[in-house]
């Protein structure tokens, strides 16, 4: 059995890293928090430490798994590197492309897997929407919305709110619909984006506005903090029809409740999608269609997969480097008001 160390015991790895690793048949043998009594209690079974080199001398394990503060991520990472471990990182991969690219080099020469955890590729919608794309559904695709809309309070204390280097949305959610857009629609040819702080007191932005240009149509990614009223997550537009979904994918909120991946009725989500198809100029009646289920529980399925078995990555490095890339390229663009090029 695999022998997994969590480093980083917060929101992240308290309620998503930690039973999804479980699910997957893995073993959860260490821990690196400062949260020793809470993790004794939920976790009886699992080593804890109070440092990443502690850990590493006093423990034998294959996988690491780095779920800390954004700018952390480099550092933690050359170090498990060295220790012979796999690694799966938590998004965004690391705060800038110079430092994404060092690690992925260290990966190669260490002979080890590295791979960004984007669970987010497993939503139901995104499964729902690969699914129509593979058989055609949309036709020649004209626009598509990729949106991520909340209601939150500035929170100083909580670090993606300050001035610490990675914070604000872009890296954050942002990583997530950047990454959904590469794994639906590939590679973009430009970028131009809006990225700005806009509640009262912010100090980092939680507001963008982001256009990916493709040959002949555009994926808009938006997130805003101050939305009572969601926006679509999702909305494909094509000559054939159109996907729309309201509502998140239901399987954080179900990790919140102290549900178990993978056991009855996971990921499934009571709010349909709809479909509108169209041939030609005729517009056909909409269709509610399912959404999933969202499945979570395969990031980590594949990630054992690879280690033992030589399977492709949950998550392919050269994906993780485009999405840096482009998250890079966002922060350019908003600070100069100008569409980019995308590397070739």
Request: glycine share 10%; aromatic share 8%; hydrophobic share 45%.
């Amino acid at each position: 059995m695999l022998r997994v160390l969590l480093v980083g015991y917060g929101y992240g790895g308290r309620i998503i890293h930690a039973p999804l690793i479980k699910a997957a048949g893995l073993d959860l043998a260490g821990m690196v928090s400062s949260r020793r009594d809470e993790i004794a209690t939920a976790w009886p079974d699992t080593a804890v430490f109070s440092d990443l080199a502690t850990a590493l001398n006093h423990g034998e394990f294959d996988l690491a798994v780095i779920c800390t503060p954004n700018d952390t991520h480099a550092g933690l990472a050359a170090h498990a590197l060295d220790a012979g471990l796999h690694l799966v990182i938590d998004k965004p991969f690391a705060v800038d492309t110079a430092e994404a690219g060092a690690i992925a080099d260290h990966a190669a020469q260490t002979g080890r897997i590295v791979t960004a955890f984007q669970n987010r590729r497993w939503d139901g919608h995104i499964l729902t929407a690969r699914k129509l794309l593979a058989e055609g559904a949309f036709g020649r695709i004209s626009d598509a919305t990729l949106s991520y809309d909340r209601v939150r309070v500035v929170n100083p204390a909580r670090w993606g709110d300050n001035e610490r280097r990675g914070s604000g949305i872009w890296l954050n959610l942002g990583s997530h619909l950047v990454d959904q857009a590469v794994h639906l629609f590939g590679k973009p040819s430009t970028l131009m984006a809006d990225i700005f702080p806009q509640r009262v007191g912010a100090v980092v932005d939680d507001c963008f506005h982001v256009i990916l240009g493709y040959q002949d149509f555009r994926v808009t990614l938006r997130a805003c903090m101050t939305t009572p009223a969601p926006s679509p997550v999702i909305a494909i537009h094509g000559a054939k029809g159109s996907f729309v979904k309201f509502g998140e994918d239901t399987q954080e909120a179900m990790l919140k409740t102290g549900r178990v991946p993978g056991g009855e009725g996971w990921g499934i989500d009571p709010v349909p999608a709809r479909f509108t198809p169209a041939e030609g100029e005729t517009v056909g009646d909409a269709r509610d269609i399912e959404s999933g289920p969202g499945d979570y529980g395969a990031f980590y399925t594949a990630m054992a997969a690879a280690i033992r078995d030589g399977a492709p990555p949950p998550v392919a490095i050269a994906d993780t480097l485009l999405v840096q890339h482009l998250l890079d390229l966002g922060m350019q663009s908003a600070r100069d008001g100008r569409r980019l090029e995308v590397y070739p």
